[in-house]
């Protein structure tokens, strides 16, 4: 059975950092985060191959890093200069080469003073 397993979530103040992981049961070719704010529709933050090529939201870029270790069947997304607009539920998701999709069960991101 496939499991993602994510910890890092939490509360932090405007301008501070996080950083999120999950551990996968299996080994995945692209593994990566999403995030939903209330009200909104879940959308990409960062993904990542296992060949190491990334991608990430415009509005992201610059202030996280998404990393992996592929031995570990773990990424991590570093989140610097965390803004209000970040607070949402974060998700780790894996593709297998087939392109099917797991998610992990989310972990809260609260960016406030």
């Known amino acids: 059975q496939v499991q993602l397993v994510e910890s890092g979530g939490g509360l932090v103040q405007p301008e501070g950092s996080l950083r999120l992981s999950c551990t996968a049961s299996?080994?995945?070719?692209?593994m990566g985060w999403f995030r939903q704010a209330p009200g909104k529709q879940r959308e990409l933050v960062a993904t990542?191959?296992?060949?190491?090529?990334?991608n990430y939201a415009y509005s992201v870029k610059g202030r996280f890093t998404i990393s992996r270790d592929n031995a570990k069947n773990t990424v991590w997304l570093q989140m610097n200069s965390l803004k209000p607009d970040d607070t949402a539920v974060y998700y780790c998701k894996a593709f297998n080469s087939a392109g099917i999709g797991y998610w992990g069960q989310g972990t809260q991101v609260t960016v406030s003073s």
């Open positions: 990542i191959t296992s060949g190491g090529s990334s």
């Open positions: 299996v080994s995945f070719y692209t």
